[in-house]
């Protein structure tokens, strides 16, 4: 790759650090913002951002699905517990998401009675399985993730109508990611006196490798923002972090991708094929810090209703605020920093979460309190 190229001779970050340092210019600044909590993690843990130059900071997004998934979306996951006795199951840490009443779903799950239950599990598979052990259960898979974790879930529904497993259902959170990239390009606070004040993007990784990078263009047609897709690695991130500085200084709006080894301008047909099959777009989905956003998100199609569980236990989502103390809502939109929070570190640890993004290893909190939690972060706000 040309970029790579450029540092063949001694250490390659710190070459790009230094290209970087070399290229960001003095008189203005570089905004950037990370949509995927994996970058955040990345950047926090290695200490990207203290290889940066003063003019250019990272601002952290949406990061991952369980940051942004609202609270009354795990209430209605709890009543199923609580009130049907039906056995949930889910990954891991969205057991731990603080919902209504200082209830979670492993709190829960040692209130339950009438043989509801939480399970963890590492795939759908995992929860058809326990559908197929418990013939007599109701067995209800909380469904959560970006584009990434999709495709799965919409096996998983075929692989039940196939097998006619009457108890089991899906109640779906998947989210989109364009979706909500395009509704921070639109929401006030990213912009200040008619510019944006976001200079660009870090497009995420996994979820490309599904979508592919053609669904970013529009970011860069409609609202002149460079996007640049980038991996994990913090090699990849510090990459991504140049490609958008040279952007930004020759006045280019483009999607790039540094990612090339993984994700393709088109993605991966089948497995679209897949989910379009089963689900369809919801025309409006709440997200936790962004509220409701159009087209962001996916439902179960008529074809398959007999695997919903909204539908099948006529479950409808109420809005519900966020804990007062937790300033999670504003760090995923990027107003914010985790610093920011007055509990941050104290009252809201990984151990005793308040909020959601200190729950998820990829939550910008969670991020800071591992790595960087005494650390002088200089704070931005858009």
């Known amino acids: 790759m040309k970029y790579i190229a450029e540092f063949r001779d001694g250490d390659v970050a710190q070459g790009m650090a230094r290209a970087i340092a070399a290229e960001a210019r003095s008189d203005r600044r570089y905004h950037f913002m990370e949509f995927c909590g994996g970058h955040t993690h990345a950047i926090s843990r290695y200490g990207v951002a203290d290889l940066l130059p003063p003019p250019l900071r990272m601002?952290?997004?949406p990061g991952c699905p369980v940051c942004v998934l609202p609270i009354g979306r795990i209430d209605l996951a709890i009543q199923l517990v609580l009130q049907r006795?039906?056995?949930v199951a889910t990954y891991g840490d969205c057991l731990r998401v603080?919902?209504?009443g200082g209830l979670s779903l492993i709190k829960a799950k040692?209130?339950?009675r009438d043989g509801g239950d939480v399970r963890m599990v590492y795939s759908p598979a995992d929860v058809l399985k326990i559908a197929q052990d418990n013939p007599g259960r109701e067995v209800v898979f909380f469904a959560i993730g970006f584009e990434t974790t999709t495709p799965p879930t919409a096996l998983v529904i075929k692989q039940a109508a196939a097998l006619g497993l009457a108890n089991f259902s899906v109640l779906c959170n998947h989210v989109l990611t364009p979706a909500a990239i395009g509704h921070i390009l639109e929401s006030p606070e990213a912009r200040q006196?008619?510019?944006?004040?976001?200079?660009?993007?870090?497009?995420p990784?996994?979820?490309s490798t599904v979508i592919g990078s053609q669904p970013y263009e529009r970011c860069a047609e409609v609202y002149r923002m460079p996007v640049v897709i980038a991996g994990f690695e913090p090699l990849d991130v510090m990459l991504a972090i140049l490609m958008l500085v040279r952007q930004v200084n020759e006045g280019r709006a483009e999607v790039e991708n540094e990612f090339r080894r993984a994700v393709t301008r088109h993605g991966n047909a089948k497995a679209q094929a897949l989910v379009s099959e089963v689900f369809e777009l919801r025309p409006s989905f709440e997200w936790r810090g962004l509220g409701a956003v159009p087209d962001s998100a996916l439902r179960i199609r008529e074809a398959f209703a007999g695997f919903d569980a909204e539908r099948r236990f006529d479950l409808?989502?109420?809005a519900v605020a966020d804990n007062k103390a937790c300033e999670c809502g504003a760090i995923l939109r990027g107003v914010k920093h985790p610093r920011d929070c007055k509990v941050f570190g104290t009252v809201c640890t990984?151990?005793?979460?308040?909020?959601?993004c200190m729950v998820s290893s990829e939550g910008a909190c969670a991020a800071h309190y591992s790595y960087g939690r005494f650390k002088d972060v200089p704070v931005v706000a858009v």
Do not use: K, Y
Request: aromatic letters at 2%; zero cysteines.
């Open 110 to 112: 040692a209130r339950a």
């Open 316 to 318: 409808v989502t109420q």
């Open 193 to 203: 006196l008619g510019t944006l004040a976001l200079d660009g993007f870090i497009g």
């Open 59 to 61: 601002i952290h997004g």
């Open 98 to 100: 603080p919902a209504s």
């Open 85 to 87: 006795g039906a056995i």
């Open 205 to 207: 990784a996994h979820v």
């Open 350 to 356: 990984p151990e005793n979460p308040i909020g959601s």
